[in-house]
């Protein structure tokens, strides 16, 4: 099934570059390149904010770097047949491994339908990719996982609703792609997987028109799967209990409707019999915006709820965690142009307390979640970076290859400004209290603070030059006291 699934993803990628050959000569084809050296010297480690919400093009190490090249065929919005590919390549220094393939994808598009087949930078969320803390579930945070992604990425008018109720959505199934790394940096002292199988789904729907009436409500729901794979459970003295969670046909099926799964006759999987195959993670996303026509302003406010279990999927439990955001967009002037402001809790997670159903006890209650964990995944992370909110502290951070602050309370600031129309600022504050995990507990609340401040110029004068300083510190008891400085180089054009 490994290799069916590996040479369909190659026989794919094949067909959408012959398929953009037989294309090159249209027109109004749009090609363009990238070229970009960046530069991060510290104290102790890179800052917080410098490691983040980067797309995994980050390190931890005090002083690091890459050159990265990357070409674009973009794909055109306003035909209805149109296709594009993207190849981005870096070479780091001081980074987890020694050479990136960030992303290399190709990609067709029918009428609203858009199919990608290798790994691509996307997001398709809520939240302000530039100033918020991070989606909850796909975040900004780790590298591109290649994957066969089907979507309709921009709202589509439903039929009958008079342009009042769009809808967009997403499928996706791809593998993780950090299996050696795991078993080179965690083999003889902690738990690590490989070939591990990736899936996801969401569907969002918004409601209202702004060239009718102001307001604007949307809303949706994502899911995201680890299945399959080879996991190496750390049992304590360099020994390891190895888990082949089966990856057929109907290990699929599990995956997408969240079925349960596993066989009796292995002790491992007989937990999955009575929750889920695989490690499930989701959540709902809501927000209403305000926006006047002509008016240059708007508001945004917006709630997204995590859920790692049926319980938290429904009403069955209190929903008390949460990532509560606004976002204000200011007219035009020359100080501030967009604030967001977040309050993150996620100390709840459905209670301290579980219990599991059993023949002489048939009342279950399903606590202490421990978000972003799981008993037999390493959990929901790429390439040591959690997928979701990285205030959530990824597991790069960690000895053990897991979550170890998941129970937060979190207040975040971002801020952005044009003071003219060659320099760009933004930025970022976060305040956290951590109470750790309900199995990991710290032996007093841990708190931290991380700022970063960045300007980019871009010079009317050397078109398509950009330079961004960033200078960042963290402060508290959950990463280093640290800061640091950082200096990105970027040429863009058209080919």
Known sequence: ????????????????????????????????????????????????????????????????????????????????????????????????????????????????????????????????????????????????????????????????TRNWLAIKGFFSFGMFTDGRWEQHRYDGHASWDKNVLYHTKGVFLRGGNTDRFPLTVEGGFEMGTQFGGKCFIYKGNGKYDIVNMRHGFKQFLEAIFGLSGGDAD???????????????????????????????????????????????????????????????????????????????????????????HTPDIPVQISGRDNYYNHSIYTGWQHWGMGLGNPLLLSPIYSDANKFDHTRLIGHHFGLSGRPSDEFYYRILLSATRSWGTYFNRPPKVMKNFNGLLEVTYSPRRIPGWSFRIGVAGDHGDIVRNTFGGMLTITKTGLL
């Open 1 to 160: 099934m490994y290799k069916f699934f590996r040479l369909r993803i190659v026989i794919l990628f094949l067909s959408l570059s012959i398929a953009a050959g037989s294309y090159a000569f249209m027109p109004d084809s749009t090609y363009r390149y990238m070229v970009q050296g960046m530069s991060v010297v510290s104290t102790k480690q890179t800052p917080f904010w410098m490691v983040n919400n980067r797309l995994g093009l980050s390190s931890l190490n005090r002083s690091n770097g890459y050159l990265r090249a990357a070409a674009f065929r973009d794909i055109d919005s306003t035909r209805r047949f149109s296709w594009g590919a993207g190849v981005d390549l870096v070479a780091p220094y001081n980074f987890t491994s020694k050479f990136v393939i960030q992303q290399l994808y190709g990609e067709v598009k029918y009428r609203s339908l858009q199919l990608t087949v290798g790994s691509k930078e996307r997001y398709m969320g809520l939240v302000n990719q530039e100033l918020s803390s991070g989606d909850m579930v796909f975040s900004l945070n780790a590298r591109p996982i290649p994957q066969v992604h089907l979507a309709m990425p921009d709202y589509q008018w439903v039929p009958l």
């Open 266 to 356: 292995d002790p491992w999987q007989d937990g999955e019999i009575s929750n889920c195959y695989g490690n499930h993670v989701g959540e709902w996303s809501l927000a209403a915006t305000w926006a006047p026509k002509n008016a240059g302003w708007s508001v945004k406010a917006y709630y997204q709820h995590y859920f790692e279990d049926h319980s938290q999927l429904f009403f069955d439990y209190a929903w008390k965690d949460m990532l509560l955001g606004t976002e204000i967009t200011l007219p035009q002037n020359p100080f501030v142009d967009k604030f967001v402001y977040e309050y993150l809790y996620t100390k709840d997670q459905s209670g301290p307390v579980y219990w599991d």
